[in-house]
Structure formats: C-alpha cells, structure tokens
C-alpha cells in the first residue's frame, strides 16, 4: 500500500506551473517501500498514466525540467513505462520473473 499512495500522490502533483527545485525535490523522494514485483505492481496504480504524462509534458516543451524527471522516473519503473518512448529501458529483473506481471509488460507492449 505504501508504495501504491507513493505513486498516486506523486502523479497527481506533477503540472506544467511547477519550479525546477519543487521538481527535483520531489522526483527525489523514492519509493517508501524496497522494490520487488509486488511493490512494481502496486505503484504501477499511480505510475501507468506515466506514458501519457511523458507525452503530454513533451508536447507542450521537450527541454522542460519536468520532462527530464519523467524521463529518468520511466526509467526507474519499466514496468508502468511501457509506451513512454525513453532512450533507456530500466531494470526488469525485479517483476519479469512474476508470470502476471510479465504478461501485464508484454500486453503493454
């Protein structure tokens, strides 16, 4: 549960009239919770519409600091970043093992 408020409160604070350091400040606050499938899956609550919110904050200015912190954020969380079009893909060792999740990812793909 933790991890699934975690997600959900930081999405819902990210819009376009935000400072640099209010971004960098809170992009980095991780996650309350040490990362495994279960907490992958539980942030991914808050964390899917991220592909959405990398795309608009893209569109409306792709050198934006905000940009930049969603970026490195679907990076962190390859899970919930399927479709989110970053240049790297994160870690997913931690939820690829999971039968559920790692068909969740594949569907998502």
């Known amino acids: 549960m933790p991890a699934a408020v975690w997600a ?4 819902s604070q990210v819009h ?11 992009f980095a606050e991780p996650c309350p919770t040490p990362v495994s499938a279960t907490v992958r899956y539980s942030a ?7 592909p959405d919110v990398l795309t608009l904050a893209r569109a409306a200015s792709p050198e934006d600091p905000l940009v930049v ?25 931690t939820f690829i093992e ?5 068909r969740l990812y594949a569907d998502r793909s």
């Open 69 to 93: 912190a969603l970026q490195e954020l679907a990076t962190r969380w390859t899970l919930s970043s399927v479709g989110a079009s970053v240049a790297e893909v994160g870690e997913v060792s």
């Open 44 to 50: 991914d609550i808050g964390l899917r519409v991220l």
């Open 8 to 11: 959900v409160k930081l999405m």
């Open 16 to 26: 376009r009239e935000v400072q640099p350091a209010w971004i960098a400040a809170t």
């Open 98 to 102: 999971h039968p559920s999740l790692r």
